[in-house]
């Protein structure tokens, strides 16, 4: 069902003049399986902040939803998720119900030198951890007693903030401290989940190429080597079965979604 999404998306762009790019693992599954990854179903795209500007005020569908801060001011995620509602589910760790989706990240400019860029970074996963604990649950952290104090500080204090505040905040944030347009190294900068800094150059991103996935042919980097050797290292190598990670959910029938999910 993802993938249908993702072809809906595709064709969209090409008919608006849209850029965008196969990332993450899902350009990994395309240079590594032509299609996804065995272990993971996740479909992730980067889009130009103009593009992705664009793309949220002119999209339209009647089986899709787009949902973003920028068309919905509730909306607790710092990215777009283009969502097809006719199975609902809940992420594990959270409270909000959403569809079957593909995540749209915006691609905003990183800062010339490495260590500003990890000054940059420490602030925007500051804000990260609260944007994403405004829907999470209280649990035990895996890592210990002190992490989970930390967790529950966290999660408590961004529950006492509106919804769709520090969403909206990120995106002013990413988007007007280095504008894509006057930087030289771009990437994704509203979501900072990872410890890592992941940079290309611009002129990388926008040199695009067709890759196969699946049956369908998709947009990426031409030098979609630099990029997944920054995020995945060696990326031809199949990660030990350990390693192999899904993304659990909680599938769910009968459910009410309501505007701010």
């Not at 249908?4 to 998306?9: A, G, H, Q």
Request: a positive charge; proline letters at 5%; charged letters at 25%.
């Amino acid at each position: 069902m993802e993938l249908e999404i993702l072809k809906n998306f595709d064709s969209f762009c090409r008919q608006h003049s849209l850029r965008y790019c196969l990332a993450e693992g899902t350009l990994l599954g395309a240079v590594r399986h032509k299609g996804f990854i065995p272990w993971d179903d996740d479909i992730d795209v980067y889009m130009p902040r103009q593009d992705y500007i664009k793309f949220n005020e002119i999209y339209s569908h009647t089986k899709y939803i787009l949902k973003s801060p920028l068309v919905d001011r509730k909306w607790n995620m710092p990215i777009a998720k283009l969502m097809n509602m006719d199975i609902k589910l809940i992420e594990s760790g959270t409270t909000a119900v959403k569809g079957i989706w593909i995540d749209i990240f915006p691609i905003d400019g990183w800062p010339d030198s490495l260590e500003a860029a990890l000054k940059y970074k420490k602030k925007l996963q500051m804000f990260n951890y609260l944007c994403f604990g405004r829907d999470a649950v209280l649990s035990r952290s895996k890592h210990g007693f002190w992490r989970t104090c930390a967790k529950t500080a966290v999660i408590s204090f961004a529950h006492l903030i509106p919804h769709g505040v520090m969403s909206r905040y990120i995106n002013q944030v990413a988007s007007n401290t280095y504008p894509y347009q006057d930087s030289k190294y771009v990437g994704n900068i509203s979501f900072q989940e990872s410890n890592k800094i992941v940079r290309i150059k611009k002129a990388h991103f926008e040199d695009r190429i067709e890759l196969q996935f699946e049956d369908a042919m998709f947009y990426a980097p031409r030098n979609y080597d630099d990029y997944l050797t920054q995020t995945y290292g060696n990326y031809m190598k199949l990660p030990p079965v350990s390693e192999r990670q899904t993304h659990p959910m909680e599938f769910i029938k009968n459910v009410e979604v309501k505007k701010n999910f």
